[in-house]
T-cell receptor
C-alpha cells in the first residue's frame, strides 16, 4: 500500500484565496483525521470521519474551514477565504479501527498564506 | 477538555547518553501511543500501551504506562544520531475517541 497520500505537498497562496487540501487514506481504514501542526499549538485535531461520516468538527477553527469525505478513498479540507494565520502544516491520518491501532499519517501539506 | 502535557520541550544530549521524555494526562486514559517525527517529516507510530503499569521495549527504547493510567514515559538508552526528532505521546480516553497529542519533546543528539 502507498500509505496515506496528501496533495499538494506545498501550497503558497495569497490572503483571501480559496485553498483545497486533499487526502487519500489507506484502503480499508475506517477512520480519517485532519490535524494542523504549528510550533505554538502543536498537533491540533480539526475534524475526523468514521466511515465517511463527520463525527466531530469541534476543532475546526471557524466557518472558513470545511471538510468533506464523499467516499472512502478521498477527503478534502477547504479554507475559504484563507488568512496568514492559517499558515501551518496540515496532516491527514487514517486508522483501520477504533481500538488498538496507530494512526498512519500522510506526508502533510505545508500551507503558507501571504 | 482533555490535556496531555509533555516534558521537557527540548533535550540536547551527547551521542551515547540516555534520554527520557515524560507525558502526563489530565484525565485517566484507556490507551497511550507514542510517535516519532523526524525533522521535516510526519509523525510515525511507534507503539501503544493499554494496561496499567505496562512496560514495552523496542531495542533501545523503553515505554512505560503509569499505574494510574495518567502518565507515561519513553526512555532511550545510548542515543544515536538516528534518534534525532520529536517524540509525541498521544492519549485516548476511550477506544472510539480520537487521540490528543502532547506538544512533543524535540531531541537533538550531538555526535
Amino acid at each position: 500500500d502507498a500509505g496515506v497520500i496528501q496533495s499538494p505537498r506545498h501550497e503558497v497562496t495569497e490572503m483571501g484565496q480559496e485553498v483545497t487540501l486533499r487526502c487519500k487514506p489507506i484502503s480499508g481504514h475506517d477512520y480519517l483525521f485532519w490535524y494542523r501542526q504549528t510550533m505554538m499549538r502543536g498537533l491540533e485535531l480539526l475534524i475526523y470521519f468514521n466511515n465517511n461520516v463527520p463525527i466531530d468538527d469541534s476543532g475546526m477553527p471557524e466557518d472558513r474551514f470545511s471538510a468533506k469525505m464523499p467516499n472512502a478513498s478521498f477527503s478534502t479540507l477547504k479554507i475559504q477565504p484563507s488568512e496568514p494565520r492559517d499558515s501551518a502544516v496540515y496532516f491527514c491520518a487514517s486508522r483501520p479501527g477504533p481500538v488498538g491501532y496507530g494512526y498512519t499519517f500522510g506526508s502533510g501539506t505545508r500551507l503558507t498564506v501571504v | 477538555g482533555q490535556q496531555v502535557m509533555q516534558i521537557p520541550q527540548y533535550q540536547h544530549v551527547q551521542e551515547g547518553e540516555d534520554f527520557t521524555t515524560y507525558c502526563n494526562s489530565s484525565t485517566t486514559l484507556s490507551n497511550i501511543q507514542w510517535y516519532k517525527q523526524r525533522p521535516g517529516g510526519h509523525p510515525v507510530f511507534l507503539i501503544q500501551l493499554v494496561k496499567s503499569g505496562e512496560v514495552k521495549k523496542q531495542k533501545r527504547l523503553t515505554f512505560q504506562f503509569g499505574e494510574a493510567k495518567k502518565n507515561s514515559s519513553l526512555h532511550i538508552t545510548a542515543t544515536q544520531t538516528t534518534d534525532v526528532g520529536t517524540y509525541f505521546c498521544a492519549g485516548g480516553i476511550s477506544g472510539n475517541t480520537p487521540l490528543v497529542f502532547g506538544k512533543g519533546t524535540r531531541l537533538s543528539v550531538i555526535a
